[in-house]
């Protein structure tokens, strides 16, 4: 490498004051990274050089070169930008080239600002073809590498996916050749953060290694499993289940079971939650006998756990151990562990419980759900927290068909009822929601009473995403409490809507009549529904008359051809001549989307003439959207 000496002999506008032996070392490597950048940028516009001179004028890849410059300009968004790129780069380069340049360039580039890396983290994922294919994916390793051990936790992340992704597509000899030794040198370095990458990265490598390498890689895993830093142990238990699936069941009795063991007995409270993760894969991989022996008790004691966050996780993961190790266990030895959850003292595990319910009630018989599982929905029901009700709300209507009618009636009406006066309209609106699941074991009517109360409350609710939610729910309703009940009850609602201070419950509100149309048929719609939104089209807001068009307009695909013609489309006509001109371009919108259901001579009597007219309106707009309608009548 060029001596210091030598550089201020070059270069003799430097200031004499420098301390050169003291800043030379860090100066050369900046000093190297540029040179290697204007090499490639060099060398690039050479070829663009040379490939003008043999083709004439050809300024097409200047636009390359530019995004190759800017790999190092200090602006970080040209960076970004031109990270983002990089596969255009490489194609213009060349396979070789990129191999030989463009690799070794970035390799050298991971100390840049983290959205910069992170975006190189993802291109390179996807980098096999541009390097040449598989058989030279091994390139890529470098780069991913260094991108591996910096230490924000998202760039981390991203790198070990897309050394997964390339290794992926890796042949045999180069994982034995380049990515074990990658996975060796992160696992044993002194930094923290590469022993974190590693841990992700074994299950790609492990099940195509050959068996000497995979004895290694297993030792390897083990010292990660008891690594002195917490963070790397989270790693490891985390990375578990998924690394056990890639071997068989007599290695994962006799190397992994021990590391699961020693995981779930660790002092960190967050090591021991992410061990829990692994119970799931392992009884699926073991027999029903290991799974027993090893995985069943850690379970039970992990319900137990002195950290609410481990028995949260715990809930969460409990349906999944009870389908791997089968519904018998699940009834004599999971049921106790999961009814002290649903009893715990924090609510965050209740809540994780209580969204479990339906399925867990599912594994058992009616008499066992009546007997364990009813009496703590019923304390849930009344629980001091609201997301504790919210959750048990959402699949509590899922329990009935479990139960049958009988036992519906008796024990959980009273649930069902309570939670439709909750306070708290999520709740009310969880079991609305469910309403389909209760109605084909009981039927409605024993809930019609106190559903409607709930509804109309959540229909003028303050919160205008609450009232958004029980217009989605109208069309569910609908087909549950029939024509009769909705059109005397919730009719007059619908209509309501259409008037409501924010658009989103008004689009909605439009939305729902023509779900209501096609739930009840032609005909009801007709008799329903079209007259009483032709009663608002005269409304003196605009903005409701704009709404009442369009529902109209959306209720036209819905009606007899008879009502299209002698009752929606003279209402639409009728409105072109509105002095607001939002209103006038709106109608020709609406005769827009009418023309491919009239017949020909209608558009040539009735549309074609009231678009004329519109194309000489002295608004822009109100001509602009006439013209666009009445060329889409000659299509």
Same mark, same amino acid.
């Given at each position: &490498? ?86 255009? @780069? ?13 690799? /070794? ?36 390793? $470098? ?86 830093? $917490? =963070? ?14 890639? =071997? ?9 079971? $021990? ?37 069943? $008790? ?28 089968? /519904? ?31 399925? @867990? ?63 708290? /309209? ?15 074991? @009981? ?92 009663? &608002? ?52 919108? =609406? ?8 017949? /020909?001579?209608?558009?040539?009597? +009735? ?23 009445? +060329?889409?009548?000659?299509?």
């Amino acid at each position: &490498m060029l001596g210091w000496q030598a550089f201020v002999s070059l270069t003799p506008g430097c200031h004499a004051a420098i301390d050169w032996p003291e800043v030379w070392p860090s100066y050369a490597g900046a000093l190297l990274g540029i040179l290697t950048a204007g090499a490639m940028i060099g060398a690039f516009n050479q070829n663009l050089s040379n490939k003008a001179g043999e083709d004439g004028e050809d300024n097409s890849l200047y636009p390359i070169a530019i995004l190759i410059d800017e790999l190092k300009n200090e602006d970080v968004a040209l960076r970004l930008n031109s990270v983002k790129r990089l596969s255009t @780069i490489a194609m213009a380069l060349g396979e070789d080239r990129t191999r030989k340049e463009l690799i /070794p360039f970035l390799s050298e580039s991971n100390d840049d600002e983290d959205e910069v890396l992170l975006a190189m983290a993802d291109e390179l994922g996807s980098f096999v073809p541009y390097v040449g294919g598989p058989s030279y994916g091994h390139y890529l390793l $470098p780069p991913l590498e260094g991108l591996a051990i910096v230490e924000e936790t998202v760039v981390r992340d991203r790198a070990v996916g897309s050394l997964n992704k390339v290794g992926a597509l890796l042949p045999d000899s180069s994982i034995s050749d380049h990515l074990v030794p990658l996975i060796k040198r992160l696992a044993t370095t002194d930094w923290f953060t590469s022993r974190v990458s590693a841990c992700g990265v074994f299950a790609t490598a492990y099940p195509r290694a050959p068996q000497h390498l995979r004895a290694d890689l297993r030792q390897l895993y083990s010292k990660l499993c008891r690594d002195d830093t $917490p =963070m790397v142990r989270r790693a490891a238990a985390f990375r578990l289940g998924k690394f056990a699936e890639t =071997m068989d069941p007599d290695t994962i009795s006799k190397d992994i079971i $021990p590391l699961f063991q020693d995981l779930t007995q660790d002092d960190q409270d967050s090591v021991r939650l992410l061990a829990v993760e692994a119970c799931g894969p392992l009884a699926r991989l073991l027999n029903k006998g290991e799974s027993v022996q090893h995985v069943l $008790p850690i379970v039970q004691k992990f319900a137990q756990d002195k950290s609410w966050r481990v028995r949260y996780n715990v809930a969460q993961q409990l349906y999944q151990l009870c389908e791997a190790l089968g /519904p018998e266990l699940a009834r004599s030895e999971l049921l106790p562990a999961y009814v002290k959850l649903l009893q715990d003292t924090e609510a965050e595990v209740r809540v994780a419980a209580a969204g479990k319910v339906s399925a @867990i009630s599912k594994m058992l018989t009616s008499d066992r759900v009546i007997a364990s599982i009813v009496p703590c929905v019923k304390d849930l029901a009344a629980d001091s927290s609201q997301h504790v009700r919210s959750a048990l709300a959402s699949v509590v209507m899922e329990v009935a068909p479990v139960l049958g009618k009988s036992a519906t009636i008796d024990h959980l009406l009273p649930v069902f009822l309570s939670l439709l006066k909750d306070d708290f /309209p999520d709740v009310r609106l969880n079991i609305i929601s469910k309403l389909d699941q209760v109605n084909q074991v @009981i039927g409605i009517d024993l809930l019609a009473q106190s559903l409607l109360p709930a509804i109309e409350e959540l229909a003028e609710d303050k919160h205008w995403r609450v009232r958004l939610a029980i217009i989605e729910y109208i069309p569910l309703l609908a087909s549950q409490l029939g024509s009769e009940f909705f059109e005397a009850k919730l009719g007059p609602q619908c209509m309501k809507w259409l008037q409501d201070q924010v658009f989103s419950i008004r689009a909605a509100a439009t939305d729902n009549l023509a779900k209501l149309a096609q739930e009840f048929g032609a005909d009801w719609a007709q008799e329903h529904l079209v007259p009483q939104v032709l009663t &608002m089209v005269n409304n003196q807001h605009y903005l409701y008359r704009m709404t009442v068009l369009v529902a109209i307009t959306s209720l036209a695909s819905v009606v007899s051809h008879e009502t299209l013609y002698q009752t929606i489309l003279p209402a639409v006509v009728s409105c072109a001549k509105d002095k607001v001109p939002n209103i006038r371009f709106n109608v020709a919108k =609406m005769l827009q989307r009418l023309l491919s259901l009239v017949e /020909p001579h209608v558009v040539e009597q +009735t549309i074609k003439p009231c678009l004329q007219q519109l194309t000489e309106d002295s608004d822009v707009d109100v001509k602009y959207y006439a013209k666009v309608a009445l +060329t889409a009548c000659k299509a």
